[in-house]
Each structure stands twice: as structure tokens, then as C-alpha cells.
């Protein structure tokens, strides 16, 4: 099915450590995002990107990286967790007309 | 910045009846997108209308309709014959009309929706 596929669902860390939250899609959108939920915020954008090699910050940038080298992949890297990390992160795909999401990821960093 | 205001933290309606959900928003821009995404507690995040501002016709989705007044930089959602499957948390979000960067979407910070048998 044509969609944004993120893994993993679930992940919890350790203070400290790294990793990579993985997204995808098979709709070759040029514009690609990131956002976390937290109660009460509702959702904030993290980084987006508008094509392969091209990415810029969002509301929320710090502490997280972001690459783009194909049209189909955006992963999120969070390079030292932090507590303040713990949150629910979708990533999104779209364009003109509408956006896709993906299923999200709750991570929670201990 | 564009900013999206939901003033309703949480909403609760009957079965079978209606409610309304408010949105305002805050922009100089004249051309752009409004969106009502659902988010069940599976929690994955599901379009439920969306609105052309260069369009004077309220959007419409069978039992989800809008009231879209562009002067006063209003977005309501009103659902009919509410549903069990209703329940969710709602948001609003805004998206330039601009290409390129402008694509992404400001949220609202979202109403809870309680539907009660």
C-alpha cells in the first residue's frame, strides 16, 4: 500500500545514546517532515525538507539531525537523547494537495 | 509566523447530535490552506477535510462540513449525526499557498472530542 512507512513504533533510550528513526515513502513527494507531539502542544515541525539534498530547520530543531539523499528516504537522527526527548514523532510526505503520515513513534528516553 | 489557535482543550457531544469545533488562525498571506486532521487513540493522524481560502464554498465531507470566514480568519468544524468512531483528538493546521518551503503545516494545539451514547 502506497504510504509513509516509520519504524520503529516503540523505542525507549537511555540518556546519552544515540539513534535514527527511519521514514519512508512510495509517493515520490518532493516535501518530506518531521514533527513531535507532546500534550498540549500539539504537533511541532522538527525539520522538513523540500527535495533530495535540500533540508531546513522547523520549530524545533535542536537536538536533532536530518539528511535527505533520496527522494524516498528522511531520517531523523537524535545524536545524544535527552529526557526532554520523550515524545510521540511522525513523519509526514505530501505536497499541494494534502499530507500524509506515518504511524508515529513513541520514544521514551530514561 | 503563521499561528492557529483551537480555544476548546476538550469538547464532549451526544450520539446523533451535532457539534462544532473552532479554529481562528493568524496571517497576512491571501493565499493559502486550511486543514481538520482526526487523531484517534491508535494515534494516526487522518485528513478529514480540507479548505482552498481562494474558494468561497465551505468545504464539505459527508458528515463533516466547515465554516470558513476569511475576514475574520475563522476555520469551525461541524460534525453531524455524531458517531462513537468521532471520538479523537481534532486538529487544525494552516499551510501557505506559497511552494517550495512554504509546504509545511502549522498545527493547532488540538481538542479533545468525546462522543457519549
Known amino acids: 500500500n502506497a504510504g509513509v512507512t516509520q519504524t520503529p513504533k516503540f523505542q525507549v533510550l537511555k540518556t546519552g545514546q544515540s539513534m535514527t528513526l527511519q521514514c519512508a515513502q512510495d509517493m515520490n513527494h518532493e516535501y518530506m517532515s518531521w514533527y513531535r507531539q507532546d500534550p498540549g502542544m500539539g504537533l511541532r515541525l522538527i525539520h522538513y525538507s523540500v527535495g533530495a539534498g535540500i533540508t531546513d530547520q522547523g520549530e524545533v530543531p535542536n537536538g536533532y539531525n536530518v539528511s535527505r539523499s533520496t527522494t524516498e528516504d528522511f531520517p531523523l537522527r537524535l545524536l545524544s537523547a535527552a529526557p526532554s526527548q520523550t515524545s510521540v514523532y511522525f513523519c509526514?510526505?505530501?505536497?499541494?494537495?494534502?499530507?500524509?503520515f506515518g504511524s508515529g513513534t513513541r520514544l521514551t528516553v530514561v | 509566523a503563521q499561528t492557529v489557535t483551537q480555544s476548546q482543550p476538550e469538547m464532549s457531544v451526544q450520539e446523533a447530535e451535532t457539534v462544532t469545533l473552532s479554529c481562528t488562525y493568524d496571517?497576512?498571506?491571501?493565499?493559502?490552506?486550511l486543514f481538520w486532521y482526526k487523531q484517534p487513540p491508535s494515534r494516526q493522524m487522518i485528513l478529514v477535510i480540507r479548505q482552498e481560502a481562494y474558494k468561497q464554498q465551505n468545504a464539505t465531507e459527508n458528515r463533516f462540513s466547515v465554516n470558513f470566514q476569511k475576514a475574520a480568519k475563522s476555520f469551525s468544524l461541524k460534525i453531524s449525526d455524531s458517531q462513537l468512531g468521532d471520538a479523537a483528538m481534532y486538529f487544525c493546521?494552516?499551510?501557505?499557498?506559497?511552494?517550495?518551503?512554504?509546504?509545511?503545516?502549522?498545527f493547532g494545539k488540538g481538542t479533545l472530542l468525546t462522543v457519549n451514547p
Open positions: 509526514a510526505s505530501g505536497g499541494f494537495y494534502g499530507y500524509t
Open positions: 493546521a494552516y499551510r501557505s499557498g506559497l511552494g517550495g518551503s512554504n509546504y509545511k503545516l502549522t
Open positions: 496571517t497576512s498571506e491571501s493565499d493559502y490552506y
